[in-house]
């Protein structure tokens, strides 16, 4: 879809900094499939076309400079075979919500103190 520039600007559109430019929150994995839109701005449909975008590491916005973009953004080389997994994968990381699911607290942190798991 169409993305306006403030949004493409990242943090930067919305704080009118130039050092904030290109800087993104990233969202969560877990119940992907909840959204309708993907990638910032809602550039994207589907996780698949996610996957094909980090795989690609083709930039969505030409105007990015490259000293932006993180180091990690390099073609993947992964088979449609991988590449099929991963979306099965993300899509399989469902279930409850942040206030209903397990937190997996444990019984004791490394200070040696008690958790407070079931003092909400």
Known sequence: GSVPDEVRRGRGGFTGQTEDDYEFKVPQLYNLLDSPFYGHGGSFASVAEVVEYKNDAIPENPAVPGDRLAEEFVPL???????????????????????TRPLGRPDRVPSGLESTAGSR
């Open 77 to 99: 080389g992964l088979t449609a075979s991988e590449r099929s997994d991963l979306v099965a994968f993300l899509e399989s990381l469902t279930g409850g919500t942040a206030k």
